[in-house]
Structure formats: structure tokens, C-alpha cells
């Protein structure tokens, strides 16, 4: 599986992006998949994660009621949409891939990150 995120990039505090990453490789929608963050001198950590089809989802609680994790699967992408930035929510942010189709946090497969910083 080869992930690509697009969409990182400066916003103000309180502003909005939207990420998204591309998956080939193996039918998209055979894997659950994630989005995950590191800030700089701390270890990567799970932002939002989502099955297969899409109707199962797990936030962080430090991103809970701002972001929001969808998946088309037939255009082979998964997003995250991000609201109400925070300058903590600064950081590298990688799309992730998992061989279960179940809900899970526990990813097989990685993309190259994509910055996103948010100023005050």
C-alpha cells in the first residue's frame, strides 16, 4: 500500500484545513485507516482512525468536536477535516493504513507526513 497526504500547511488559531491522503496498491476499501501527529520533540500519536466503510470513527480527545476523519472509497482517499485549530495542534501529520478492515489504531502501513502549523 503507497499513502500520499496532501494539504498540510500555516493557518491562524482558530482557522480550518483539510487533509487528505491517496492509497493504491490494494483495494482501498479492504483496510481501516488513521491519521497520526507528531509535534516536535514528543512521539507520534493517533489523531483519528476509521474502518472500512466508514461508519465506525476514534478521535484523540485533544481533537474531539474539531475534527472530523471521512473516507471515500471509491476514490481511494481519506480525509481530515480539521476546525478550530489550536497552536498544539502543530505538528507532522501521516495517514496511515491497517490490513484489518475493523476499527483500529494499529497501522501496518505509512505515508510521508505532511506539516501543518498553526500560528497564534
Known amino acids: 500500500v503507497q499513502l500520499q497526504a496532501f494539504g498540510g500547511g500555516l493557518v491562524q488559531a482558530g482557522g480550518s484545513l483539510r487533509l487528505a491522503c491517496a492509497a493504491s496498491g490494494r483495494p482501498f476499501g479492504s483496510y481501516a485507516m488513521g491519521w497520526f501527529r507528531q509535534a516536535p520533540g514528543k512521539e507520534r500519536e493517533v489523531v483519528a482512525a476509521?474502518?472500512?466503510?466508514?461508519?465506525?470513527?476514534y478521535y484523540a480527545d485533544s481533537v474531539k468536536g474539531r475534527f472530523t476523519i471521512s473516507r471515500d472509497n471509491a476514490k481511494n482517499t481519506v480525509h481530515l477535516q480539521m476546525n478550530s485549530l489550536k497552536p498544539e495542534d502543530t505538528a507532522v501529520y501521516y495517514c496511515?493504513?491497517?490490513?484489518?478492515?475493523?476499527?483500529?489504531?494499529?497501522?501496518?502501513?505509512w505515508g510521508e507526513g505532511t506539516l501543518v502549523t498553526v500560528s497564534s
Open positions: 496511515a493504513a491497517s490490513t484489518k478492515v475493523i476499527l483500529t489504531i494499529q497501522m501496518d502501513y
Open positions: 476509521i474502518n472500512w466503510s466508514g461508519d465506525t470513527t
